[in-house]
Protein backbone atom coordinates (compact mmCIF):
# COMPACT_ATOMS: atom_id res chain seq x y z
CA UNK A 1 0.00 0.00 0.00
CA UNK A 2 1.38 2.86 -0.80
CA UNK A 3 1.88 6.15 1.42
CA UNK A 4 -0.76 8.34 0.34
CA UNK A 5 -3.11 5.79 0.51
CA UNK A 6 -2.20 4.68 3.73
CA UNK A 7 -2.41 8.84 5.05
CA UNK A 8 -5.85 8.59 2.94
CA UNK A 9 -7.06 5.90 5.05
CA UNK A 10 -6.13 6.99 8.13
CA UNK A 11 -7.66 10.78 7.79
CA UNK A 12 -10.74 9.62 8.38
CA UNK A 13 -10.38 7.69 11.46
CA UNK A 14 -8.43 10.21 12.96
CA UNK A 15 -11.14 12.96 12.68
CA UNK A 16 -13.92 10.87 14.05
CA UNK A 17 -11.03 10.29 16.77
CA UNK A 18 -10.56 13.98 17.30
CA UNK A 19 -14.46 15.15 16.94
CA UNK A 20 -15.16 12.47 19.70
CA UNK A 21 -12.60 13.48 22.03
CA UNK A 22 -13.90 17.61 21.17
CA UNK A 23 -17.17 15.97 22.30
CA UNK A 24 -16.06 14.37 25.67
CA UNK A 25 -14.48 17.32 26.52
CA UNK A 26 -16.86 19.93 25.94
CA UNK A 27 -19.53 18.66 28.53
CA UNK A 28 -18.69 18.72 32.15
CA UNK A 29 -19.73 16.31 34.29
CA UNK A 30 -21.17 18.08 37.33
CA UNK A 31 -21.95 15.93 40.93
CA UNK A 32 -23.71 18.34 43.61
CA UNK A 33 -21.35 19.02 46.82
CA UNK A 34 -23.61 17.72 49.09
CA UNK A 35 -24.19 14.78 46.88
CA UNK A 36 -27.62 14.97 45.68
CA UNK A 37 -27.31 15.13 41.76
CA UNK A 38 -25.58 14.82 38.77
CA UNK A 39 -26.07 17.40 35.55
CA UNK A 40 -23.39 17.99 32.74
CA UNK A 41 -22.89 21.68 31.69
CA UNK A 42 -21.02 22.49 28.47
CA UNK A 43 -18.16 23.52 30.39
CA UNK A 44 -16.58 23.97 33.86
CA UNK A 45 -19.02 25.97 36.25
CA UNK A 46 -18.72 28.65 38.93
CA UNK A 47 -19.47 26.94 42.32
CA UNK A 48 -21.07 28.74 45.13
CA UNK A 49 -22.47 28.41 48.57
CA UNK A 50 -25.81 30.80 49.16
CA UNK A 51 -26.72 31.20 52.75
CA UNK A 52 -30.32 31.50 53.35
CA UNK A 53 -32.67 31.08 56.07
CA UNK A 54 -36.10 29.30 56.21
CA UNK A 55 -39.61 30.73 56.75
CA UNK A 56 -39.02 29.68 60.11
CA UNK A 57 -35.42 31.12 60.94
CA UNK A 58 -33.43 28.08 60.28
CA UNK A 59 -29.82 28.41 58.35
CA UNK A 60 -29.56 26.58 55.65
CA UNK A 61 -27.07 26.89 52.12
CA UNK A 62 -27.88 26.20 48.57
CA UNK A 63 -24.99 25.04 46.32
CA UNK A 64 -25.25 26.91 43.46
CA UNK A 65 -23.42 26.27 39.73
CA UNK A 66 -23.31 28.44 37.09
CA UNK A 67 -22.26 28.76 33.49
CA UNK A 68 -22.42 31.26 30.84
CA UNK A 69 -21.63 29.72 27.74
CA UNK A 70 -22.09 31.64 24.47
CA UNK A 71 -25.42 33.22 24.64
CA UNK A 72 -26.81 30.42 27.14
CA UNK A 73 -26.74 30.65 31.09
CA UNK A 74 -26.89 27.49 32.92
CA UNK A 75 -27.56 27.10 36.67
CA UNK A 76 -27.85 23.65 38.72
CA UNK A 77 -28.59 24.63 42.34
CA UNK A 78 -29.27 22.03 45.17
CA UNK A 79 -30.14 22.40 48.58
CA UNK A 80 -31.32 20.14 52.28
CA UNK A 81 -34.30 21.78 53.39
CA UNK A 82 -34.14 21.66 57.40
CA UNK A 83 -36.66 20.32 59.73
CA UNK A 84 -38.92 23.45 60.17
CA UNK A 85 -39.80 23.21 56.29
CA UNK A 86 -42.84 21.12 55.69
CA UNK A 87 -42.29 18.76 52.79
CA UNK A 88 -45.30 16.76 53.59
CA UNK A 89 -47.15 18.24 50.53
CA UNK A 90 -44.67 18.50 48.21
CA UNK A 91 -46.61 20.83 45.31
CA UNK A 92 -47.47 23.55 47.75
CA UNK A 93 -43.03 23.92 47.77
CA UNK A 94 -42.42 23.53 44.45
CA UNK A 95 -45.51 26.10 43.70
CA UNK A 96 -43.75 28.04 46.11
CA UNK A 97 -40.56 28.09 44.00
CA UNK A 98 -42.67 28.98 41.11
CA UNK A 99 -44.22 31.79 42.34
CA UNK A 100 -40.88 33.28 43.69
CA UNK A 101 -39.29 32.88 40.35
CA UNK A 102 -42.51 34.21 38.44
CA UNK A 103 -41.75 37.83 40.41
CA UNK A 104 -38.58 38.29 37.74
CA UNK A 105 -40.59 37.13 34.41
CA UNK A 106 -41.76 39.75 32.42
CA UNK A 107 -45.32 40.44 33.05
CA UNK A 108 -44.54 38.08 36.20
CA UNK A 109 -46.27 34.53 34.57
CA UNK A 110 -45.19 31.80 33.33
CA UNK A 111 -46.00 30.91 29.81
CA UNK A 112 -45.87 27.32 30.24
CA UNK A 113 -45.93 24.85 33.58
CA UNK A 114 -45.95 20.84 33.60
CA UNK A 115 -46.11 18.90 36.75
CA UNK A 116 -44.11 15.81 36.46
CA UNK A 117 -42.31 13.37 38.02
CA UNK A 118 -38.25 12.79 38.00
CA UNK A 119 -37.09 9.59 39.48
CA UNK A 120 -39.94 9.11 41.32
CA UNK A 121 -39.47 12.50 42.74
CA UNK A 122 -42.53 15.55 42.59
CA UNK A 123 -41.74 17.93 39.97
CA UNK A 124 -41.92 20.97 38.05
CA UNK A 125 -40.87 22.23 34.84
CA UNK A 126 -41.60 25.85 33.70
CA UNK A 127 -41.02 28.66 31.02
CA UNK A 128 -41.23 32.19 30.74
CA UNK A 129 -40.46 35.37 29.14
CA UNK A 130 -38.01 37.70 30.38
CA UNK A 131 -37.33 41.47 29.26
CA UNK A 132 -35.27 41.77 26.18
CA UNK A 133 -35.92 39.05 24.32
CA UNK A 134 -34.96 35.90 26.49
CA UNK A 135 -37.02 33.74 28.32
CA UNK A 136 -36.18 30.73 31.35
CA UNK A 137 -36.75 27.08 31.26
CA UNK A 138 -36.71 25.72 34.68
CA UNK A 139 -37.52 22.39 36.50
CA UNK A 140 -37.49 22.14 39.94
CA UNK A 141 -37.51 18.60 41.87
CA UNK A 142 -38.28 18.25 45.46
CA UNK A 143 -37.23 14.63 46.60
CA UNK A 144 -38.05 14.29 50.82
CA UNK A 145 -36.16 17.90 52.03
CA UNK A 146 -33.51 17.61 49.06
CA UNK A 147 -34.23 20.47 46.45
CA UNK A 148 -32.58 20.26 43.31
CA UNK A 149 -33.34 23.25 40.67
CA UNK A 150 -31.80 23.66 37.12
CA UNK A 151 -32.53 27.12 35.14
CA UNK A 152 -31.68 27.49 31.85
CA UNK A 153 -31.55 31.27 30.69
CA UNK A 154 -31.77 32.08 26.84
CA UNK A 155 -32.95 33.79 24.17
CA UNK A 156 -36.88 32.80 23.73
CA UNK A 157 -35.54 30.92 20.54
CA UNK A 158 -33.39 28.76 21.85
CA UNK A 159 -35.27 27.33 25.05
CA UNK A 160 -35.09 23.75 22.90
CA UNK A 161 -31.61 24.63 21.84
CA UNK A 162 -29.59 20.53 21.66
CA UNK A 163 -27.55 22.38 24.76
CA UNK A 164 -30.53 22.69 26.81
CA UNK A 165 -31.76 19.88 26.07
CA UNK A 166 -29.15 17.62 27.10
CA UNK A 167 -28.14 19.54 30.38
CA UNK A 168 -32.12 18.93 31.55
CA UNK A 169 -31.89 14.99 30.13
CA UNK A 170 -28.57 14.21 32.05
CA UNK A 171 -29.86 15.30 35.82
CA UNK A 172 -29.79 12.18 38.13
CA UNK A 173 -30.69 12.10 41.89
CA UNK A 174 -27.97 10.24 43.59
CA UNK A 175 -29.64 10.35 46.92
Not at 124 to 130: A, H, M, R, Y
Request: glycine content about 6%; charged content about 20%; hydrophobic content about 45%.
Amino acid sequence: MTRYRRSFLALPVALLAADAAAQSASWFPVEGADKSFFVEMPGAPVYKVLDTVSAGGTPFVYHSYSLEYRRLSFVAQSALFPADVDVRQPKVNLQSALDDRALRLAGAKWTSVDWKTVQGAPAVESTGPLAGGNALRQLVVLKGRQYVSLGYLAPADALRAPEAERFFRSLRLLS
